[in-house]
């Protein structure tokens, strides 16, 4: 019996083409909205001379330049702001008293935006699909899932919805009341999933002993949530984590609510497989991160930036929208579960990618190598740029820890073989610093992958 893993079951049934044929049947409804309810689109549309039903294939949709980026996304905002007196942009197409749910991106680098804003009928045709992407992961009515994130500030808020609609019971407790308060939590709750960032829940497993006497081991989950950060697409964190809780880890993502994906259950990571191709062709519109130019994203492998368009969405649809993820695609059959759909690898933000002697590099290609030598390495590294990206003139520095285990004599040794293994994976021959464990500090939220050493605003792109 074919497994059911699209969100709309008539999906299991559909070939590739026939999901796009029912992908280009939404977006022509969903553009005409977009046309007709928001001044922001119209402009765009006008300006290029265009109307919505000129728009009539994913084609056509590809070839469209961008309309939006983080930065349009903030001036929509200011605009609307001044204009209307709210911040959900220009770019709303529905009344504002119609807004049900809000959530802001994290607001680490300026002014946050609220990028998850949703009406009713946007959560009930969200909520559900939340809710497939998660039973996958085998949550289920009656399971307690302690839930770890900043809660309303942060994009994570929405999976609350999917989880109720399954009938499991979130217990959130907003990440900003700290690891030891978190603990205590699932001390007195019993979670039988948790949900939080790969880092923090490496940081639990040392932690957990310390603050309640007990091995992660213990708390006998069904599942590991993780979010946020790429994680357990490196194999080594996998494996780390699943070994000391004893439980399969699952990646979920939608970014903005958008291309809703989780990994399956296997020893090896295949990729975030796109289970709902109905909210959005994210996964289907790619471009060169530096040339903005399509990227043919029905080939195997294929690596871009993605641009998210939304099928049916009411409040804050995303047209052609960059947000700066660049993942690599995989159109053939799942090896570890089967699914036919397209899975995505996350590489890295197009903002974080490095020009070295002409080859295209993302620091987390490199932590990827980097992590294989763990225990020999921690897994901490930054890159050390000494002039603005993305061009680096070699050598690319890097500074990385070294096991605690390694003598000084071992260590012009490691150096050589990280510096080949590097240069085996992904042709660059980069200069490698070691230093000793706890040098570089790991953060519960995003560690930073660069150090840099030239002004900050010296070269800055305009
Ligand atoms: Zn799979």
Partial sequence: MPKSFYFLDQMNQMSPDEIREYQESKLKTQLRYCYDHSEFYREKFDSLGLKPEDIRSMEDLRNLPIFMRKDDERKSAEASLE???????????????EIYLTGTTSGTTGTPTFSYTFTKKDMEFLSPRIAKRLSLAGVAKGDRVAFFFALGIYATT????????????????????????????????????????????????KKAPEILGKEVQEFRLKGLLTTGEIGIGIPEIKKKLETAYGCRVYDYWAPCGNAPAISCDSDVYYGLHAIAPDVCTSYDDLVDPITKKPVDSDVDGAIGEMV????????????????????QVFTKECP???????????????????????VNVYPTAIKNVISTFI????????????????????????????????????????????????????????????????????????????????????????
């Fill in 336 to 358: 570890g579960c089967g699914f036919k759909g397209k899975r995505v690898k996350v590489i890295g933000r197009a903002d974080d990618m490095l020009i070295v002697k002409g």
């Fill in 158 to 205: 929405m999976t609350l919805w999917g989880l109720r609609e399954l009938g499991a019971l979130p217990i959130d407790i907003d990440a900003r009341a700290g690891s030891e308060v978190f603990l205590r939590f699932i001390e007195l709750t019993r979670p039988t999933f948790i949900a939080c960032t790969p880092s923090f829940a490496e940081y639990l497993i």
């Fill in 375 to 462: 225990p020999d390495v921690t897994g901490e590294m930054r890159v050390v740029l000494e002039s603005p990206p993305p061009r680096v003139v070699p050598p690319l520095k890097l500074k990385v820890e070294h096991g605690s285990h390694v003598g000084r004599e071992e260590l012009p040794g490691l150096a050589s073989r990280l510096a080949q293994a590097l240069h085996d994976a992904i042709k660059i021959r980069p200069e490698i610093k070691l230093v000793p464990p706890g040098t570089l500090p790991k953060e519960t939220r995003k560690t930073p992958i660069f150090e840099k050493l030239y002004e900050p605003y010296a070269g800055i792109r305009t």
């Fill in 83 to 97: 204009k209307y007196g709210h911040p959900f942009g220009l770019h709303l197409c529905a009344p504002v008293d």
């Fill in 308 to 327: 998210h368009t939304n099928l049916q969405r009411e409040a804050c649809p995303a047209v052609k929208y960059a947000y700066g993820d660049v993942v």
